[in-house]
T-cell receptor
Framework: AQSVAQPEDQVNVAEGNPLTVKCTYS??????LFWYVQYPNRGLQFLLK??????LVKGSYGFEAEFNKSQTSFHLKKPSALVSDSALYFC????????????FGTGTRLQVFP | NAGVTQTPKFQVLKTGQSMTLQCAQD?????MSWYRQDPGMGLRLIHY???????DQGEVPNGYNVSRSTTEDFPLRLLSAAPSQTSVYFC??????????????FGPGTRLTVL
């Protein structure tokens, strides 16, 4: 069965420092991976996705994610964090049955301190 | 485009009451889904639909019912509310049509409390 794991409930980083939010996956077949962000009292917003091709995927708001097949990871990164990046981040993998169905991780809360 | 809209934003029910959470999208998306979000558990899929007239169960379907009579609307019915259904409910939609790796668009959510 497809699954994703986000091993950290919370990540704290100082503004201006690089940030990483971790995600590992388990799939049968090719992985189709997504990152979403949820700001307080809002729905989820799409950040980026990996389908195939370059292992470094660039997305919205300066975020990028690195796909690593040997480590089955898809970590979200940003070179310089902003206080406004503070939010809940979800990693997701597409279901193997070919629909748009997504399986989400439990989420990681990112706190960026001034 | 309004995107994905959900009503109501907030709702308080008593145990045993029934209600319908409304979801609509104006993007002509084939795929629609309902999730519930609970602390520490991420998003769990309740029901989904790959097109009008077609629905299927997700991870946590018990106590919920759905129908998809039009492409635009995908209401979620709570048949007899229980305190365990206290949660935040999100509706999402995407292009669907298989073979594409489409991102989902989410509504703003409905916060439901069952007393």
């Amino acid at each position: 069965a497809q699954s994703v794991a986000q091993p950290e409930d919370q990540v704290n980083v100082a503004e201006g420092n690089p940030l990483t939010v971790k995600c590992t996956y388990s799939v049968s077949g090719n992985p189709y991976l997504f990152w979403y962000v949820q700001y307080p009292n809002r729905g989820l917003q799409f950040l980026l996705k990996y389908i195939t091709g370059d292992n470094l995927v660039k997305g919205s708001y300066g975020f990028e994610a690195e796909f690593n097949k040997s480590q089955t990871s898809f970590h979200l990164k940003k070179p310089s964090a902003l206080v406004s990046d503070s939010a809940l981040y979800f990693c997701a993998v597409r279901d193997s049955r070919g629909t748009d169905k997504l399986i989400f991780g439990t989420g990681t809360r990112l706190q960026v301190f001034p | 485009n309004a995107g994905v809209t959900q009503t109501p934003k907030f709702q308080v029910l008593k145990t045993g009451q029934s209600m319908t959470l409304q979801c609509a999208q104006d993007m002509n998306h084939e795929y629609m889904s309902w999730y519930r979000q609970d602390p520490g558990m991420g998003l769990r899929l309740i029901h989904y639909s790959v097109g009008a007239g077609i629905t299927d169960q997700g991870e946590v379907p018990n106590g919920y019912n759905v129908s998809r009579s039009t492409t635009e609307d995908f209401p979620l019915r709570l048949l007899s509310a229980a305190p365990s259904q206290t949660s935040v409910y999100f509706c999402a939609s995407s292009l669907g049509a298989g073979g594409q790796y489409n991102e989902q668009f989410f509504g703003p959510g409905t916060r439901l409390t069952v007393l």
